[in-house]
């Protein structure tokens, strides 16, 4: 799934969208200079309901896959940064704990999840059904799938646009599945289908989109919004944003963190931390109000 680059322009392409993300990191990214993500303390109310498994570790390993700017990335000293990591700093430390925050690939997450490997994935995951059923969430944000095109690129208003285009996408993410659900539709129309690239990170699949091997883009609408923002005039959004859905922070299934996870960011919710959070990074406007535990919408 993994996009190719043994041509020496295609890696150096790579080299370069790879460094704007990380050069956008090293001044905190989000148009707001070096703003520094707010502290937190710990809150013995919650630190009470963490699981003493949990507990005596002193720590949290989150992961989260680092090519979803302004989510999660990395910054030019190969950390990972965004509205994640910093929301996980603060979960942490509300709980009485550390956060490491980790990279990790995509669809790795919820299986690392579920054999123990992480304690926590923080990584843009839409909350659905389906993935209720290997993990808990805790909800904590809220996002639609926006289009991006070149530039000069095709006008992408609705899924059904996409018929007869070739569209790169993320492995394991909401856009794939809806980009080849799309696919069917259209043959079943009669009309040409959806050429869906499927790639390993957000990175490979701007590549494709910048290099002419697919000429829509999906993503997240505010990570599509922060790619059309940093190319510099070469991508543009395309129609509205569809499908808005609540984001979840994983947890493995019934390992009793989640009530812990949920009561943390209730109270970064009520002391501004929360808020403060999303708007470094330039995102409040996915802000919701009512966390809640398994809230999928589909």
């Not at 302004?70 to 979960?91: H, Q, R, T, W, Y």
């Not at 509300?94 to 997450?109: E, H, P, Q, R, W």
């Not at 000069?152 to 007869?164: E, F, K, S, W, Y």
């Amino acid at each position: 799934m993994n996009v190719r680059t043994s041509r020496v322009p295609a890696a150096l392409l790579a080299i370069a969208i790879t460094v704007l993300a990380s050069a956008c990191g090293g001044s905190s990214s989000g148009g707001n200079g070096a703003t520094v993500a707010p502290q937190s303390s710990a809150d013995s109310a919650v630190v009470a309901q963490v699981p003493a498994a949990i507990k005596s570790k002193g720590s949290l390993t989150v992961a989260a896959d680092a090519s979803y700017a302004p989510n999660e990335f990395k910054d030019s000293n190969g950390n990972v940064i965004g509205m994640d990591a910093d929301l996980a700093d603060a979960l942490a430390a509300v709980m009485g704990l550390k956060a490491k925050v980790v990279n990790a690939g995509f669809d790795s997450i919820i299986p690392g999840l579920a054999a123990g490997r992480y304690d926590l994935g923080m990584s843009s995951f839409t909350d659905t059904k389906e993935r209720e059923k290997t993990v808990d969430f805790v909800t904590y944000f809220s996002a639609g799938t926006s289009f991006f095109t070149p530039s000069n690129g095709p006008n992408i208003q609705t899924l059904a646009d996409l018929c007869g285009h070739k569209v790169s996408v993320e492995s394991g993410t909401t856009q794939e599945v809806d980009a080849k659900a799309q696919s069917k539709k259209c043959t079943q129309a009669g009309k040409s289908a959806v050429t869906v690239e499927v790639f390993g990170d957000q990175n490979e699949a701007n590549l494709a989109l910048s290099s002419g091997r697919a000429d829509v883009g999906m993503a997240d609408s505010p990570v599509a919004a922060y790619q059309v923002k940093q190319s510099s005039g070469k991508f543009k959004l395309s129609g509205q944003p569809y499908g808005t859905a609540p984001y979840g922070i994983a947890i493995p299934k019934g390992n009793g963190m989640a009530q812990a996870v949920l009561a943390a960011l209730q109270d970064l919710m009520k002391n501004g931390t929360y808020t403060q959070i999303l708007t470094k990074w330039g995102i409040q406007a996915g802000a919701i109000n009512n966390p809640v535990i398994n809230g999928a919408v589909s």
